[in-house]
T-cell receptor
């Protein structure tokens, strides 16, 4: 079974430039997540989709970050304009099961490492 | 105060040692407790999960949850160099819709 695919793996940009990351979840996984992991910290949820609808984007800096999940499959996370503090690894994850109770395993991609100069 | 606290390490142990990794948390409403392992430049992968209090064992790994103390632990027996990674604890509320709150991770190195 293919895992969560992300691209690009690495990106270096200057501050105020824009960048986009792409994620293809595991086939059949209805729930997709974008996490931000700053060096030395645990992952922080930015946005969660159920199919193509947003479930939680409470920690997404909406003045500069945007995300979409067209047709309930692939997703794109965009940052515009980037700031120095956006330097981090952006992890995409997907899960098979979303309910209001219980939990389902999250499967993570390898991440997209962003450096903002 | 962070919701989930975890000693960042690094923790270095000899091969064969018993390793104890710990997290404390402040939100008593957390009901699901997980341990994820993250190798360098890879995404986290689920190692174990426990619902509410108690112990769970899987091979060389044992997860313990003490809700009264708001304290969770992961024990690794007979540690191997392949166990060298960062270990992240994660927690979820009941009805939390798979929304996880992660600790900062503990970096473990098992040396030959």
């Amino acid at each position: 079974e293919a895992g969560v695919a992300q691209s690009p793996r690495y990106k270096i940009i200057e501050k105020r430039q824009s960048v986009a990351f792409w994620c293809n979840p595991i086939s059949g996984h209805a729930t997709l997540y974008w996490y931000q992991q700053i060096l030395g910290q645990g992952p922080k949820l930015l946005i969660q989709f159920q199919n193509n609808g947003v479930v939680d984007d409470s920690q997404l800096p909406k003045d500069r970050f945007s995300a979409e999940r067209l047709k309930g499959v692939d997703s794109t996370l965009k940052i515009q304009p980037a700031k120095l503090e956006d330097s981090a690894v952006y992890l995409c994850a997907s899960s098979l099961w979303f309910r209001t109770s219980g939990t389902g395993e999250l499967f993570f991609g390898e991440g997209s490492r962003l450096t903002v100069l | 105060q962070k919701e989930v606290e975890q000693d960042p390490g690094p923790l270095s142990v000899p091969e064969g040692a018993i390793v104890s990794l710990n997290c404390t948390y402040s939100n008593s409403a957390f009901q699901y407790f997980m341990w994820y392992r993250q190798y360098s430049r890879k995404g986290p992968e689920l190692l174990m999960y426990t619902y509410s209090s108690g112990n769970k064992e899987d091979g060389r790994f044992t997860a313990q949850v003490d809700k009264s103390s708001k304290y969770i632990s992961l024990f690794i027996r007979d540690s191997q160099p392949s166990d060298s990674a960062t270990y992240l604890c994660a927690m979820q509320l009941t009805g939390g819709g798979n929304k996880l709150t992660f600790g900062t991770g503990t970096q473990l190195k098992v040396e030959l």
